[in-house]
């Protein structure tokens, strides 16, 4: 490992001990975060997805050294059955527990599981003396159902910032760490102009004031369990670089894929409950006459219009490509409401009425429900497992196909903060963090 990884690693560490610090000192006294605690919340975020991205670049780096220069970890004694000797060039194996990689600790645990070669299981996935000495369950296995170890820190952190480090749509919500498998939580929905809730009154000099008191609502969130289960051929086992770009950012892309799209689209049934099959969703009609698959300056001002901005929180409009051709040829008067920067020589970005927009592939086509949607993300509320990913492995299953299954599995919830559209103090048009335009058929 080199020395700027290394130090981007340990960067990394302290960044996330400092966060967990900020929430348990906040959890422990069953208070928010303070002004000062949450803008370093966020500076701390920030730092992190950053650190994400230059991590996994330095270890691609890395990886790329390793394979040119052909070292194998691995030197096998001669004349002998017992443990192979390990040469570990990994300076921090608490943290990846002496592997180099995700795909030299897979291959460990291929041969450790394979009947013919168990006899010289890798000491690293045993030692609990030594870096990896903890909790009980470093090593655990019941027989010949299969065997299980337990994933060294690092590969658990570099699958989750993986996912993250996609620019998804579950890097903005709500999202807060838990340890149980079910969120209880209270909610209050009323407004400062709303006849319920907490009420403020002007009062007559001598006269009683009148009391009131939060309206507030328990709500339940269940912890859903999301997998990847990878089959492995031993001919891909043998190839050490393959196989570490499949288990983590193939697995990775997946699970942050089907995370993204039940944020959005999520039934509450096994899964999150995304915005989009929620009562919260604002939906703004087409215009009147207005022609199919098109999108008009209407449209986009009027769901501008019915937008609740979370506190603090950014929003954005949310996109697929197929809107572009409509975006670009929209105009109030003789002003375009969307350009991207430099014009069209440009790739298209930019804002649209002041949001940033975003392209996902999770938008439906151009015409249909949800082609076009502009929303305040911390809206909605996530929480996951702090447990983190959690990794298993095994032969026996396909030991007659001769191929290898590894299962990555997390727990995550969500759901919209709102169970409905607010009333306005003014007007009749309800307001959400959640808007989208509708079917123009």
């Known amino acids: 490992m080199s020395k700027k990884l290394k130090e981007l690693q340990q960067r990394q560490h302290d960044l996330k001990g400092e966060a967990t610090a900020l929430l348990d000192a906040a959890d422990k006294e069953a208070r928010d975060l303070s002004t000062d605690e949450e803008a370093r919340y966020s500076a701390i975020e920030g730092d992190l997805k950053k650190l994400a991205g230059e991590i996994e670049r330095e270890q691609k780096t890395a990886d790329r050294r390793r394979t040119l220069e052909a070292v194998s970890p691995r030197t096998s004694v001669p ?36 009947p013919e070669t168990r006899h010289a299981i890798d000491p690293r996935l045993t030692n609990r003396a030594g870096p990896m000495a903890g909790p009980a ?36 919500v709500d999202m807060e760490p838990t340890e149980a498998r079910q ?10 102009w709303g006849a319920t809730g907490v009420q403020a009154y002007w009062r007559a000099e001598g006269s009683q ?16 369990e999301i997998y ?30 089907k995370i993204d799209d039940s944020v959005m689209y999520g039934t509450g049934t096994g899964q999150p409950k995304g915005w989009f099959n929620s009562d919260a969703l604002v939906s703004v009609a087409k215009e009147a006459a207005q022609g199919a698959d098109t999108i008009v300056a209407e449209n986009l001002l009027k769901m501008y219009s019915r937008l609740l901005v979370a506190p603090g929180d950014s929003p954005k409009w949310l996109a697929n490509r197929d809107v572009v051709p409509q975006l670009a040829t929209i105009t109030i008067g003789d002003k375009p409401v969307w350009m991207p920067p430099n014009g069209l020589i440009s790739a298209p970005g ?8 975003q392209w996902s ?12 949607q502009l929303v305040s993300p911390k809206g909605y509320y996530a929480a996951r497992r702090t447990s983190g990913v959690q990794f298993a492995s095994s032969m026996h299953l396909y030991f007659d196909y001769n191929v290898q299954a590894f299962r990555w599995t997390f727990r995550i919830g969500g759901q919209p903060h709102l169970s409905k559209p607010v ?19």
């Open 79 to 114: 004349g002998t059955t017992s443990s192979a000797s390990i040469t570990s060039n990994e300076p921090d194996p608490s943290q990846t527990g002496g592997f180099r990689n995700l795909a030299e600790f897979a291959r460990a645990v291929r041969t450790a599981c394979t």
């Open 137 to 172: 369950n470093t090593m655990q296995g019941n027989g010949t159902s299969g065997e299980g170890f337990e994933l060294p820190v690092m590969f658990r952190d570099q699958i989750w910032e993986l996912v993250t480090d996609m620019d998804g749509l579950i890097n903005d």
């Open 183 to 192: 969120v209880d939580y209270t909610a209050d929905e009323t407004t400062p």
């Open 209 to 224: 004031m009148q009391a009131s008191k939060q309206a507030t609502s328990g709500r339940q969130m269940p912890l859903h």
């Open 228 to 257: 990847a289960f990878v089959l492995a051929t031993e001919e891909l086992l043998e190839d050490a670089p393959r196989l570490n770009s499949r288990l983590t950012n193939k697995s990775a892309q997946a699970l942050g894929w």
């Open 350 to 357: 930019g804002f649209l009425l002041g949001y940033p927009i």
């Open 361 to 372: 592939e999770h938008c439906r086509t151009l015409g249909d429900k949800g082609d076009l």
């Open 423 to 441: 009333a306005p103090a003014n007007g009749a048009n309800s307001k959400s963090h959640f808007v989208s335009l509708d079917e123009r058929a």
